[in-house]
């Protein structure tokens, strides 16, 4: 299945909602991202992300035939963090399992790498995210380390993990 990256546009909000409006997913993500999920949050999200600053934060689409299935961002991290970027991403739950979110972390931290001074791009997943952790370790992240009830999320401390791909 081809899949690819792109630039936001308005016209996407109705097509991401029921891939987005998804507890499983909700449930894995900081609590910035909604559950449950609405037009109104997608057309928050989308218009944040058309004018937001594009060096610092990429902030892109993944499509199949053009069409929404996810989102993937690196933001750039500042001041004495400045050569790090965070990487953040969720798919719609019909597509999981078929390499493209490994895929689509590979290209978006090739063009990072490509395109920046970045030397370290780094993903916290919740250590429990089994799904999560598998694909940032296939798409060549090492695992730095876990933080001990580092998230709190839902009523609960959780931990974390850090993973890195350098440069």
Not at 13 to 34: D, H, Q, S, W, Y
Not at 114 to 119: A, C, K, M, N
Request: aromatic content about 10%; proline content about 4%.
């Amino acid at each position: 299945m081809e899949f690819g990256l792109r630039e936001w546009k308005l016209s996407d909000a109705e097509n991401i909602v029921p891939l987005a409006n998804n507890e499983k997913i909700a449930g894995n993500l900081r609590n910035t991202f909604p559950y449950p999920y609405t037009l109104d949050d997608a057309h928050l999200f989308i218009t944040k992300s058309i004018h937001q600053n594009k060096r610092r934060h990429l902030n892109k689409a993944i499509t199949i035939d053009d069409a929404p299935i996810g989102a993937i961002s690196l933001l750039m991290q500042e001041d004495v963090s400045c050569k790090s970027g965070e990487l953040g991403f969720w798919l719609g739950e019909p597509y999981w399992g078929q390499g493209i979110m490994t895929g689509s972390i590979k290209q978006i931290c090739e063009k990072a790498f490509d395109e920046s001074d970045l030397v370290r791009i780094y993903a916290r997943p919740f250590a429990d995210n089994q799904k999560a952790r598998r694909t940032i370790e296939k798409a060549g992240f090492h695992l730095e380390g876990v933080f001990q009830k580092s998230i709190y999320k839902n009523g609960k401390l959780q931990d974390s993990c850090m993973y890195a791909l350098t440069r």
